[in-house]
């Protein structure tokens, strides 16, 4: 079982922004892409969640067997994938309870959960959300540090099979760093996949990853363990940079 992408490229409007991806996530696993801005990471999470724009050319995703590189979003969602987005969106008129209700009924089925309400307060208030956010549609006028408290609190109820983060950590200050980290062991520990997004690792400093990839300029151009994020946290990617400037 895993999420895996082989070859694939992808192009936005006509300009071919990934150039033959091979990653894979696992259950029970966190991986991690790293990589520079603009190297092509929310692109590949956007691509792996089947946003339009994002066109494959080449190459395939596979889910648990399956080939969902022509699958719409929804039937990607409903497989267990779910795309913690690096800009949240405002979804005005659909509050953050109802979906998050939804999601806990669907999981317990036909079985009563008469605390529903007060459960949901309480997931909310330990990622620092309140009452009143709960209330609202779903991330209008919140500040960006509390889309991303939102975006992760989705991600911890409805407990898909493959949580693909991008950049959870922008934005947040170091309580709430450690919350995602807190909320990553919870889902590896539980058999979820994390497929973690990021060009600065902070977050890597509380939860140590089985993988690393490191995009530059839309190709897996490193990867290893820990020894990676280590050298990019001493010397940034300028190494990279240098690595790859030299093939040519
Ligand atoms: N919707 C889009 N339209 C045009 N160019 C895009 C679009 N999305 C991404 N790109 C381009 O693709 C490259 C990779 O962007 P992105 O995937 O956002 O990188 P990262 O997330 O690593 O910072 C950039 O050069 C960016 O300008
Ligand atoms: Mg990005």
């Given at each position: 079982?895993?999420?895996?992408?082989?070859?694939?490229?992808?192009?936005?409007?006509?300009?071919?922004?990934?150039?033959?991806?091979?990653?894979?996530?696992?259950?029970?696993?966190?991986?991690?892409?790293?990589?520079?801005?603009?190297?092509?990471?929310?692109?590949?999470?956007?691509?792996?969640?089947?946003?339009?724009?994002?066109?494959?050319?080449?190459?395939?995703?596979?889910?648990?067997?399956?080939?969902?590189?022509?699958?719409?979003?929804?039937?990607?969602a409903?497989r267990g994938l779910f795309?913690?987005?690096?800009?949240?969106?405002?979804?005005?008129?659909?509050?953050?309870?109802?979906?998050?209700?939804?999601?806990?009924?669907?999981?317990?089925?036909?079985?009563?959960?008469?605390?529903?309400?007060?459960?949901?307060?309480?997931?909310?208030?330990?990622?620092?959300?309140?009452?009143?956010?709960?209330?609202?549609?779903?991330?209008?006028?919140?500040?960006?540090?509390?889309?991303?408290?939102?975006?992760?609190?989705q991600a911890?109820?409805l407990r898909p099979k493959y949580v693909?983060?991008?950049?959870?950590?922008?934005?947040?200050?170091?309580?709430?760093?450690?919350?995602?980290?807190?909320?990553?062991?919870?889902l590896?520990?539980?058999?979820r996949s994390?497929?973690?997004?990021?060009?600065?690792?902070?977050?890597?400093?509380?939860?140590?990853?089985?993988?690393?990839?490191?995009?530059?300029?839309?190709?897996?151009?490193?990867?290893?363990?820990?020894?990676?994020?280590?050298?990019?946290?001493?010397?940034?990617?300028?190494?990279?940079?240098?690595?790859?400037?030299?093939?040519?």
């Amino acid at each position: 079982m895993s999420l895996k992408t082989i070859d694939l490229h992808v192009s936005v409007e006509d300009k071919e922004i990934l150039h033959g991806i091979n990653i894979e996530a696992r259950p029970g696993e966190l991986r991690v892409i790293m990589g520079p801005n603009g190297s092509g990471k929310t692109s590949l999470a956007l691509a792996l969640m089947g946003h339009s724009s994002y066109r494959i050319t080449r190459g395939k995703i596979i889910l648990d067997g399956e080939d969902i590189t022509r699958l719409p979003p929804n039937e990607r969602a409903l497989r267990g994938l779910f795309l913690v987005f690096q800009n949240p969106v405002e979804i005005p008129g659909v509050k953050l309870e109802e979906v998050l209700k939804l999601s806990i009924k669907k999981r317990l089925g036909r079985r009563e959960c008469p605390d529903i309400k007060e459960r949901i307060a309480s997931e909310a208030e330990l990622i620092g959300l309140s009452r009143e956010h709960l209330e609202r549609g779903i991330n209008v006028g919140f500040s960006g540090g509390e889309k991303k408290r939102s975006e992760i609190l989705q991600a911890k109820i409805l407990r898909p099979k493959y949580v693909i983060m991008d950049e959870p950590d922008s934005g947040l200050d170091v309580d709430g760093i450690r919350i995602v980290a807190d909320i990553i062991k919870e889902l590896i520990s539980t058999g979820r996949s994390v497929l973690l997004i990021t060009h600065y690792p902070r977050v890597l400093e509380y939860v140590e990853p089985n993988h690393v990839y490191v995009l530059y300029r839309g190709r897996i151009v490193a990867e290893g363990g820990m020894d990676i994020v280590e050298r990019i946290n001493r010397e940034g990617f300028k190494w990279i940079e240098e690595k790859e400037e030299g093939k040519k």
